[in-house]
Nanobody
Framework: VQLLESGPGLVKPSQRLSLACTVS??????????WRWIRQAPGKGLEWIGS???????YYSPSLESRTTIARDTSKNQFSLQLSDVSPKDTAVYYC?????????WGQGTQVTVSS
């Protein structure tokens, strides 16, 4: 299973961050898979942003829930992240990841910088 993040590397403060994750080697609707967005800010640990299950159910970090939307496009075998009203504190490497009963799979990560 391979995952690849895509999206702008630079976002201005107060705007919306939008990323997509293209999955190959597995269908995002396959039973038992959970798909996640995770980020790592400079000098900090990994932070879970949210998840979408194979059935389309979503779960969000309470600290980010008010600004976060995770969705999927089954025709493209993609899931996406939108984070609204960003600030420089949202600067981080953003990862998409997936997991099933067999293992965990990660994208390479994409740097997103919030700056004017």
């Amino acid at each position: 299973v391979q995952l690849l993040e895509s999206g702008p590397g630079l976002v201005k403060p107060s705007q919306r961050l939008s990323l997509a994750c293209t999955v190959s080697g597995a269908s995002i609707t396959t039973n038992s898979y959970v798909w996640r967005w995770i980020r790592q800010a400079p000098g900090k640990g990994l932070e879970w942003i949210g998840s979408i299950g194979y059935g389309g159910d979503t779960y969000y970090s309470p600290s980010l829930e008010s600004r976060t939307t995770i969705a999927r496009d089954t025709s493209k075998n993609q899931f996406s992240l939108q984070l609204s009203d960003v600030s420089p504190k949202d600067t981080a490497v953003y990862y998409c990841a997936g997991a099933d009963t067999i293992g965990a799979y990660w994208g390479q990560g994409t740097q997103v910088t919030v700056s004017s």
